[in-house]
């Protein structure tokens, strides 16, 4: 009977001190483990169809392809996603993940619609500036 006691308030205490371990963590590390693991899932693989839409009221949208047919684009490391051309040509767009949420992408800041964590096919980039609406969409294949 000992035994159990015993084993049962050592169960107690560990179970107490992860709980508190856990509890301790802040919502920033918290932010920043789910920003890593989405900067993770952008720079593990290429993204081969990019499209930036510009929408302006009563305009028609502008659609500009930033990786078209045969390119393809890397996030890398170092700030900045390379765009690959067919030809042997290389672009360039800098880039920061200030959080899971929000990608600043050619100096410009957008909200990330997708949690990237969830998806890996694809996120959406989004901007809105008085009545001007910049989207931009990644797509793996």
């Known amino acids: ?3 159990g006691i015993t084993f049962r308030t050592w169960m107690f205490l560990l179970t107490g001190t992860i709980l508190m371990g856990l509890s301790s963590c802040s919502k ?3 932010d920043n483990i789910g920003r890593d693991t989405a900067l993770n899932i952008i720079r ?5 169809d990019v499209v930036k839409t510009t929408s ?13 047919e045969g390119e393809n684009m890397e996030f890398k490391s170092n700030g900045y996603a390379y765009v690959y051309g067919a030809e042997g040509g290389t672009s360039s767009y800098s880039y920061s ?23 890996v096919a694809k ?7 008085g009545n001007i609406t910049t989207k931009i ?3 793996r294949r």
């Open 28 to 30: 920033e590390t918290v």
């Open 56 to 68: 302006v009221a009563d305009q028609a949208d502008v659609r500009v392809m930033l990786v078209g």
């Open 97 to 119: 993940m200030p959080t899971s949420k929000k990608m600043i992408f050619d100096d410009v800041e957008y909200d990330i619609q997708e949690n990237i964590v969830q998806t």
């Open 137 to 139: 969409e990644f797509r």
């Open 44 to 48: 593990s693989n290429k993204w081969f």
């Open 1 to 3: 009977m000992m035994k």
């Open 123 to 129: 996120f959406t980039l989004v901007n809105t500036a």
